[in-house]
């Protein structure tokens, strides 16, 4: 019975610090929006980058079978030197202005935020034609590009930080709803809690890793089924009387040569 108690009591308190955690991280993204942009600010700055690079390297005619799309390849491809040395030419303008158009978009009073907060969507999907303007539409595009990537992060984070949050609320919950399950329920907990010790070790050591994690990759998606797994493990306790689990936890037990065993409740 002691013992009994003891686990219920680790679950709670691995449920209650998860919960916690998670959820302090996602209302601070609604409470200090810039956080995240200085959290990640290098990550931003290299996905931007890529993001504008890929944009010129992309420039090309359309792809169609009508005479004007023939008559552009042709020409293209008659001129290709000299578009190329444009492209990299356009790709260095780009690159000498980057400095000082971050500069302006990290500024939180920055008026740029507020124009690109409400029109990057749009105008950074427009034509191309946009990268081939003046000067001072490079900062433009520059703002646009910045603004979309720091807009993405900050929505992956709220997916990830709720996702977490609920998940470690379901254990919580599940460990007063089945007091009895309390050995059952060690496994998704000791699940849930490899998972937070490696994205506070990346926090700290390793943010790109996190970062890559957050804001889609495969990695992305494995992060996405281990927390699947993890609830697929409380769905069974929930309302298959954690038959499977405890078949897993016997062969877990057998395996390493425990007497210990469990029954479904």
């Known amino acids: 019975m002691r013992s009994m108690t003891t ?3 680790v679950l709670r308190i691995i449920g209650v610090i998860g919960a916690v955690i998670f959820t302090a991280f996602f209302a601070l993204t609604y409470s200090v929006p810039q956080w995240v942009e200085t959290f990640a600010a290098d990550y931003i700055d290299r996905k931007a980058q890529a993001r504008i690079d890929g944009m010129i390297d992309a420039i090309k005619p359309m792809e169609s079978e009508t005479a004007l799309a023939r008559l552009s390849q042709y020409l293209y491809d008659k001129n290709e030197a000299k578009i190329e040395h444009s492209k990299t030419l ?11 158009a971050l500069a302006d978009i990290t500024d939180m009073d920055c008026a740029c935020r507020q124009q690109w907060a409400k ?7 427009s034509d191309i034609r946009l990268l ?6 490079i900062a433009d595009v520059i703002h646009a590009a910045y603004m979309d990537v720091a807009t993405d992060l900050r929505r992956d984070i709220r997916i990830f930080t709720a996702s977490n949050a609920a998940i470690f609320l379901l254990l919580l919950l599940v460990s007063f709803a089945k007091p009895q399950a309390a050995t059952h ?9 490899i998972a937070t010790v490696c994205c506070a070790y990346c926090y700290l050591f390793q943010q790109d890793w996190l970062l890559t994690i957050i804001n889609g990759s495969y990695v992305g998606f494995a992060y996405l089924g281990w927390l699947g797994i993890v609830f697929a493990f409380l ?6 009387r954690a038959r499977i ?17 469990v029954v479904s409740c």
């Open 7 to 9: 686990q219920r009591l």
């Open 90 to 100: 356009l790709r260095d303008r780009v690159h000498e202005q980057w400095a000082s």
């Open 119 to 125: 029109e990057f969507e749009s105008w950074f999907q």
């Open 132 to 137: 081939r303007a003046a000067n001072d539409k």
């Open 185 to 193: 329920l060690f496994l998704p907990g000791v699940l849930l809690s």
């Open 235 to 240: 769905c069974d306790v929930v309302v298959n």
């Open 245 to 261: 689990t405890s078949r897993i936890l016997n062969a877990i037990f057998n395996a390493v040569g425990s007497a210990l065993s």
